[in-house]
């Protein structure tokens, strides 16, 4: 596989990390696309292995974020912006701690940034808790699930 592919396969991985943050598009979806893209590519015993591991964790995440109760946003007052903000938060942790620097990204991220948008402390702890009872637990399934995925997907091109 070329190096202009591996790139674009990376974008399209990106794509659907950026897409679990945003309302209505499909993030998971778009992330498998992009595994299932460079194992047709690369057809080699180790891109194989990482799409059935993909596929695997993909639904599982989305098994696990079915059984977690609904909650509406609207009742929590949290701008998207922020949630937005701490979810890139939380994928900057993952890479810059890999596996447990995404919730701590994500969730110290939220609280900094409720931090400076409320002023005190118990004020942006009690956001933040708000928040993540609201949505947080679902999106965070979601992007840990695709987070696993990217990290094999950078680790088998590593090693491959």
């Keep these: 596989m070329s190096a202009w592919q591996l790139v674009a ?6 794509l ?3 897409g679990v943050l945003i309302p209505g598009v499909p993030g998971p979806p778009i992330v498998w696309a992009g595994v299932l893209w460079w194992a047709m590519t690369a057809q080699t015993r180790t891109a194989w292995t990482v799409l059935i591991a993909a596929t695997v964790v993909l639904l599982l995440g989305q098994a696990l974020k079915w059984l977690l109760p609904p909650r ?6 949290t701008p998207y912006g922020t949630l937005f903000l ?7 942790g993952f890479f810059l701690l890999p596996v ?7 969730v110290g991220g939220l609280y900094l940034l409720e931090r ?3 002023g005190s402390h118990g004020d942006a702890w009690a956001s933040t808790r708000t928040v993540m009872r609201a949505i947080g637990l ?4 979601e992007l840990f699930a ?3 995925v990217v990290g094999a997907w950078v680790g088998a091109v590593i090693a491959g």
Excluded: K, Y
């Design 9 to 14: 396969v990376g974008l399209v991985l990106l």
């Design 16 to 18: 659907g990390l950026v």
């Design 72 to 77: 509406s946003l609207h009742t929590v007052g």
């Design 86 to 92: 701490a979810g890139a938060a939380g994928i900057a």
């Design 100 to 106: 447990v620097g995404a919730p701590l990204g994500a």
């Design 116 to 118: 400076l948008r409320l």
């Design 138 to 141: 679902s999106v965070l399934v």
């Design 146 to 148: 695709c987070l696993l």
